[in-house]
C-alpha cells in the first residue's frame, strides 16, 4: 500500500464524502480514483455508465470469488 499526498481540501471533502457513502475515507478515495481513471480511458462515457461498469466488475468478481469458495470448500 501506498502513500498519497493531497491537498487539505480534497481530503475534508473525502471525509465528508466517505460519511455520506458509509465508506472509509481510503475507499472514498479509491473510488473516487477508480471513476476518474475510468473516465479519462473512456471520455465517451456517461457517469451512469461508468457506475454500471464498475457494478458489473463487482459482480464478476463476486462470481469468481464464490466460485473459488466452493471448490476449496
Known amino acids: 500500500m501506498g502513500l498519497v499526498k493531497i491537498s487539505e481540501q480534497l481530503h475534508e471533502e473525502a471525509r465528508i464524502a ?14 473516487w480514483m477508480r471513476i476518474g481513471m475510468l473516465i479519462e480511458a473512456n471520455p465517451g462515457l ?12 463487482a ?3 463476486d462470481r469468481r470469488e464464490q466460485g473459488a469458495a466452493r471448490i476449496s470448500g
Open 46 to 57: 456517461t457517469y451512469a455508465q461508468v457506475l454500471r461498469q464498475l457494478m458489473d466488475e
Open 18 to 31: 466517505c460519511k455520506a457513502m458509509s465508506r472509509s475515507i481510503n475507499a472514498q478515495a479509491e473510488h
Open 59 to 61: 459482480r464478476e468478481s
